[in-house]
């Protein structure tokens, strides 16, 4: 561990919070990547299970296995210096057993090297969530819109509108603030709602589509730099436009190979 840098840890982001000063999270999958974000002091690098859309080509979240999100985090955890690193559990791996929760868990933190877990859902899942912060790791909850539930909701639109499924969200929050979770990711809610759900609770709540009033925000790192270009929600702030730029730069490069200007004199011994 480089002793010049202060790690970013649970008790970090509880600080921050209380301080009011917000909190910067995005995804990476790899080493190449999560090198460039911690160099940026990226707080929180998320290996999401959105690795399955962005780094495998499926249409959802749930193909992706343990195995697999263990070689992302493992990847990861090898750039970093100062980022607090969590790892999605995958689809199928904590749902109504939480034995098996627990294992998993154990998985990803001694074969990867993580710092903590993400899990989606709030009192369905509340004994696995128990017995993993048992074993003294670090828990963040996932509410609103859960991607490993799409085949339940149907789509991908702005979830807990109605009254009904907006208090089982509050009621949601503070359980898991009461059985010790360390922050909560609201996803694609309403941002009045995401708003009166981070004032109520004192863990950091980070959102993705949930307003600017929650403690930080969370983007999956291709939509923010533009690789992906299909997914275009309101939410999403492109900073770039790096499919355009990368297509560019390799034909480019085939250009000059198919032209016999590359490599030139200075490019070989
Ligand atoms: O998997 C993921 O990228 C996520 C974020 C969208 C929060 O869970």
Do not use: W
């Amino acid at each position: 561990m480089n002793k010049d840098v202060k790690r970013v840890t649970v008790h970090t982001l509880r600080r921050m919070k209380e301080a009011g000063e917000k909190i910067s999270m995005l995804t990476a999958y790899d080493y190449s990547f999560a090198t460039i974000l911690d160099e940026a002091g990226i707080d929180v690098l998320l290996v999401g299970d959105s690795a399955s859309n962005v780094m495998a080509g499926h249409e959802t979240t749930l193909p992706i296995t343990l195995d697999q999100m263990i070689y992302h985090a493992s990847s990861v955890i090898r750039a970093i210096k100062r980022a607090l690193i969590v790892v999605d559990l995958p689809f199928g791996t904590y749902q109504g057993n939480s034995k098996k929760a627990l294992s998993s868990a154990i998985r990803i933190m001694k074969e990867s090297g993580a710092h903590a877990v993400k899990l989606e859902g709030g009192q369905s899942v509340q004994e696995s969530i128990k017995r993993i912060l048992k074993a003294g790791v670090p828990v963040m909850g996932h509410l609103g819109l859960i991607p490993q539930s799409i085949y339940k909701f149907g789509t991908y639109v702005v979830r807990a509108k109605e009254k009904e499924e907006a208090e089982q969200l509050k009621k949601d929050a503070k359980l898991l603030e009461s059985i010790g979770c360390f922050a909560i990711v609201l996803e694609k809610i309403p941002s009045e709602l995401a708003a009166e759900v981070a004032a109520s609770v004192k863990i950091p709540v980070i959102g993705i589509g949930a307003g600017s009033s929650v403690d930080g925000q969370v983007l999956v790192t291709h939509d923010l730099l533009g690789i992906t270009k299909a997914f275009k929600p309101r939410f999403l702030r492109r900073y770039l436009d790096l499919y355009t730029d990368i297509k560019l730069a390799v034909q480019s490069y085939r250009d000059d190979v198919k032209g016999r200007n590359f490599p030139d004199e200075s490019e070989q011994y």
